[in-house]
């Protein structure tokens, strides 16, 4: 009588899926870690930056907070509009390098400052002054985030043209 064969497996194959598997399961794990420090990485240069363009913000209100006294002061000394816009171009003008007061063709007063937020960028502001017969005494028309060019900060990139530059403004 023919005696019934018995299919027997081996020890090398399970050893060879349990290293495959083995294998596989390492790799998920390394490529795991790594995406996660890389995430860390962008984590902490996000954050590096936006204390840099808040505290930017803060210098450029500080700013703002000093031109709004400037122009208060020298409208309640001043009768005429002529005589206000050139006080204030006196004044502004005289202040700092960052800072610029000037007319526009159509007679308009502006005024226009820097503050750096880091590596070339820079947070411009660019305000409208009001003439003495309003009670306004400006409007902030450019509030954006720029990118110094080759040749200085004028024509520079503009990379956010909204008011806070898409970031958190507070519990609006």
Known sequence: MKEKQRFHIGI???SILMIFVVLCLTT???LSFSSASA???LTEKNIAYMKAYYNADANAQEFLSGIDSILYQIKATQQADI?????ILETINSMDSDVTAFLTDNGEMRISYWVPVENEKYLNVVLSVFPLNQEKRYNIEEYCLTQKDKEGLEGGIIIEETVGAGLWQGGK
């Open 12 to 14: 090398g194959i399970p």
């Open 28 to 30: 998920f794990g390394v």
């Open 83 to 87: 005589d206000y816009y050139t006080k």
């Open 39 to 41: 995430d860390y990485r």
